[in-house]
């Protein structure tokens, strides 16, 4: 085992913290969308995350996904307590502490389960919410997650390329966020009044802060403080640029340049790149970004106009074809002349590789779907998704919380 | 005497304030309120396409005066406040039946008096 480094240590430290404040980032970007009475409501369903998930990690999350492995599925039970994670380098990361790695693995836990709650905002019953994200994240997440990044997990073992998370965070996301939103229904007086943001300067800070967060989501993937961090960085940087430019000309040629549609593209850009970022050369990033964003864009009047459902902040057509789109494009443009440790894609003699992107993201649909549309069910007989008609016209704020954003 | 209700453009207020002030109107509230008329409403661009919001974000100005001011005024913010587009808004004219200065104690048209104000100019007719 390599001695530990410093510089790579210090480095996936700051990218631990800056992967946290991308969940209240995440926060502010879905608050600034819901009206004004479900402001707090939708600020807490991403922010009760940070400590709801952060102790199922330690208690066996971080265990269930890196420990051993069983069958492919599944890893074991040793580090329960992150009993045995310390100091000492893991085979993950061989040089920085185990315990670092699981620390920064613990912010990608977090801001997954965050993600969807976009799909169920100003309706959902808290309790219930709660006891979905710990079973979500026990059920899907931590298996997920080893199947693509865990030792023995079948998808590593098949090839397939996920940087930081295309697959395991926003395909997961965007998927089990769809299932949701159909278990759910819309919100009351959906498709007949429209439901204007209650902030949408919000929305901006949360799209800033959370670009500057994908720099250690994305950059500390690398794992270490050199090359292959800064190309990850850089490519992370250039399709969230190229996506927002997109965006803004599709919303231009509609009407008219819409800032909420600006800070919408740039997020899908970093989404796309995700999986990406460190197997592909900076031109390519470019590429991803801008058809990711075409994507999304029309993916969400797909879902909202065609289908009218009320997959309330467009987290399926954000993440989940973005995440899809990245993980595809993966298999495209991925080249040993970035990272020697990839592969090479179909644009470099490779086109097995665009298969297994496939096939890796089909599992990953297929678990996130089934089990968030079963649990939801289950959920919805048990304890009840919804808050009761009265409440929602009130508005979550003082209904669950009995709190109000705004004297 | 009579009350004035403007619901006016926000746009439009320093306009027609200012207007008031060349009149000689010297007293007003002035209240931020939400609604619509034949307007119906606007559209806004979204994340992507676009969507109507209904209730617009309008100015009203309440004024009280007497009797004889009432069509000057009505003149006045109908120029200053008008663009020709739908959505200029209304002007409601309700009878007062007691305006009492609380320093004074001076009642009706003595309470409606200012030293400078519309009954002490010219009426130039426009």
């Not at chain 1, 390599?2 to 990218?15: H, M, V």
């Not at chain 1, 979905?132 to 026990?138: D, E, G, M, V, Y």
């Not at chain 1, 759910?184 to 204007?196: D, L, Q």
Request: glycine fraction near 12%; charge should be neutral; hydrophobic fraction near 50%.
């Amino acid at each position: 085992m390599d001695a530990i480094n410093s510089g790579d240590t210090a480095w996936i430290l700051i990218s631990a913290g800056l992967v946290l404040v991308m969940t209240p980032a995440l926060a502010f970007f879905y608050g600034g969308m819901v009206r004004r009475k479900n402001l707090l409501s939708t600020l807490n369903l991403s922010f009760i995350l940070i400590g709801l998930i952060s102790v199922q990690w330690v208690v066996y999350g971080y265990s269930l996904a890196f420990d051993g492995d069983l069958g492919g599925l599944i890893g074991g039970l040793r580090y329960v307590g992150l009993n045995g994670v310390g100091g000492s380098p893991s085979s993950y990361a061989p040089t920085v502490p185990h315990l670092a790695f699981a620390a920064f693995q613990m912010m990608f836990a977090i801001i997954t389960p965050a993600l969807i709650t976009g799909a169920f905002v100003e309706r959902v019953r808290f309790k219930t919410f709660l006891v979905f994200s710990l079973l979500w994240a026990t059920l899907v997440y931590d298996p997920v997650c080893h199947w693509v990044w865990g030792e023995g997990g079948f998808l590593r073992n098949l090839g397939a390329l996920d940087f930081a998370g295309g697959t395991v965070v926003h395909i997961l996301a965007g998927f089990s966020a769809l299932a949701f939103a159909l278990a759910i229904g819309p919100r009351k007086g959906y498709g007949r009044s429209s439901f204007e943001p209650n902030n949408i300067p919000f929305t901006v800070l949360g799209a800033g802060l959370l670009w500057m967060g994908w720099f250690g989501f994305n950059g500390g993937s690398a794992l270490a403080a050199n090359g292959l961090a800064v190309n990850a960085l850089v490519t992370t940087n250039t399709a969230a640029a190229a996506a927002a430019l997109v965006w803004m000309m599709l919303s231009w040629q509609e009407r008219k340049p819409s800032v909420l549609g600006i800070v919408t593209g740039a997020v899908v850009g970093l989404v796309a790149i995700t999986p990406a970022a460190g197997f592909v050369t900076p031109l390519a990033a470019i590429v991803i970004g801008g058809v990711a964003s075409s994507i999304s864009y029309y993916g969400i009047k797909l879902v909202k106009q065609r289908f009218g459902l009320d997959e309330s902040l467009d987290v399926f057509a954000c993440h989940g074809l973005g995440g899809l789109t990245g993980a595809l494009a993966t298999g495209l443009f991925a080249t040993k002349t970035v990272n020697n440790a990839g592969a090479d894609g179909l644009f470099y003699g490779n086109p097995a590789q665009l298969l297994i992107q496939l096939v890796a993201a089909l599992a990953a649909i297929g678990m996130a779907f089934v089990v968030t549309f079963v649990l939801a069910k289950l959920l919805d007989k048990t304890m009840g998704l919804r808050v009761t008609s009265n409440e929602e016209e009130v508005g979550l704020d003082i209904s669950e919380h009995g709190e109000r954003a705004y004297a | 005497m009579k009350k004035i209700e403007a619901i006016i453009r926000e746009e439009k207020l320093s306009d027609v304030k200012e207007a008031l002030r060349e009149l000689g109107i010297v007293g007003m509230n002035v209240l931020e309120v939400r609604g619509h008329g034949r307007q119906g409403g606007i559209t806004l661009v979204g994340r992507t396409g676009t969507y109507q919001v209904d209730l617009l974000p309008k100015v009203q100005i309440n004024i009280i005066l007497s009797d004889h001011n009432v069509e000057r005024t009505i003149t006045t913010i109908c120029e200053a406040g008008r663009t020709g587009e739908a959505g200029d808004g209304m002007i409601f004219v309700y009878p007062v039946e007691q305006v009492i200065r609380i320093r004074t104690g001076e009642r009706n048209h003595e309470a409606l008096m200012y030293p400078g104000d519309i009954d002490t100019r010219p009426q130039t007719p426009k």
